[in-house]
T-cell receptor
Framework: SQQGEEDPQALSIQEGENATMNCSYK?????LQWYRQNSGRGLVHLIL?????REKHSGRLRVTLDTSKKSSSLLITASRAADTASYFC??????????FGAGTRLFVKA | DTAVSQTPKYLVTQMGNDKSIKCEQN?????MYWYKQDSKKFLKIMFS???????INETVPNRFSPKSPDKAHLNLHINSLELGDSAVYFC???????????FGPGTRLTVT
């Protein structure tokens, strides 16, 4: 198992703008997941992208995966104040152990 | 119906006490986890159970003892609580390795 490292650590944007967060990892993966955590709450699963996929969409979310660069990005389009949260990536290498990084803290100003 | 529930939501106790946190999932998952999230928001895995068997036991003081009476429950007992145990503890479950995890709402433990 390995830890994903999110970048930037914090991001502040205006409502309506797009937000892009990045995740890097070190070794081969089976899949990569993104989670959101609102303040004081548990993590919520957003999307899972498999290693043989390059892009995946879910509503206003777009995730890309570049296995050659060992990186993934999460794009939130037309952001809303309710998108304010921390976002974590979790590279999956098989097994039951998931290691979360420190996350990206997104602030969307109304 | 709540998928993953934890009790209590808040726990304030004094150093040296023993306390338990309970977790239940009604998703029919085989795997359950305990995580600790510190004040800097790092989320660290503590334990993982699969079909009631312990499969991951991270470097956690042996004052922490998980117990899984059945696949739907994973409780966490903490002996001789210390100030450094103050954190938010999350329970989670999943249906398979590397799969989507469902998290509980967390238990905020404060040791004074």
């Amino acid at each position: 198992s390995q830890q994903g490292e999110e970048d930037p650590q914090a991001l502040s944007i205006q409502e309506g703008e797009n937000a892009t967060m990045n995740c890097s990892y070190k070794t081969s993966i089976n899949n990569l997941q993104w989670y959101r955590q609102n303040s004081g709450r548990g993590l919520v699963h957003l999307i899972l992208i498999r290693s043989n996929e390059r892009e995946k969409h879910s509503g206003r979310l777009r995730v890309t995966l570049d296995t050659s660069k060992k990186s993934s990005s999460l794009l939130i389009t037309a952001s809303r104040a309710a998108d304010t949260a921390s976002y974590f990536c979790a590279p999956g290498t098989g097994g039951f152990k998931t290691i979360f990084g420190a996350g990206t803290r997104l602030f969307v100003k109304a | 119906d709540t998928a993953v529930s934890q009790t209590p939501k808040y726990l304030v106790t004094q150093m040296g006490n023993d306390k338990s946190i309970k977790c239940e999932q009604n998703l029919g998952h085989d795997t359950m986890y305990w995580y600790k999230q510190d004040s800097k928001k790092f989320l660290k895995i503590m334990f993982s159970y699969n079909n009631k068997e312990l499969i991951i036991n991270e470097t956690v003081p042996n004052r922490f003892s998980p117990k899984s009476p059945d696949k739907a429950h994973l409780n966490l007992h903490i002996n001789s609580l210390e100030l450094g145990d103050s954190a938010v503890y999350f329970c989670a479950s999943s249906s398979r390795q590397d799969g989507e995890q469902y998290f509980g709402p967390g238990t905020r433990l404060t040791v004074t």
